[in-house]
């Protein structure tokens, strides 16, 4: 399970640091795609292997279930995480998330997700603020 929040900046080559802390449980090779909000998904393989399962069983008779594999399995590349801990992000993926140089990486369960610091500041500030709001509509005991 991933956690938390770590800022770490793409250097000119296009590559960026994953915590140290993360590594271990990414493995060698990623899965690095397109978000649905305007940020990258990062999910190991194992968790890559079992979306992919799961959209393999939707209807593709159903035009929703074609565009949304199409648009979604389209934006995914393999990446190999290097020996320093960085993974190269291909340039069409990094102008889709606007990502430039400053970058947040946050832990969301089975995946991280990257983020351009100033969008990720925009959004969690937007989004603070109706946390106590979104809280409520969700069940489940703890």
Known sequence: MFIGEF???IDDKGRLFLPSEM???LGIEVIINRGIEKCLYVYPLPEWEKIVEKLSTLSFT???NR?????????????EIDSKGRVNLDKNLMDYA?????????GVGERLE???KAEWDRYYNERQSVLEEI??????DI
């Open 7 to 9: 800022h770490y900046n």
């Open 23 to 25: 590594r271990n449980d």
């Open 62 to 64: 159903k035009k929703t």
């Open 67 to 79: 565009e949304f594999n199409r648009m979604f399995l389209s934006g995914a590349y393999k990446r």
């Open 98 to 106: 606007n990502l430039n140089r400053e970058c947040v990486i946050i």
């Open 114 to 116: 990257i983020w351009d």
């Open 135 to 140: 809280s409520e509509g969700i069940e489940f």
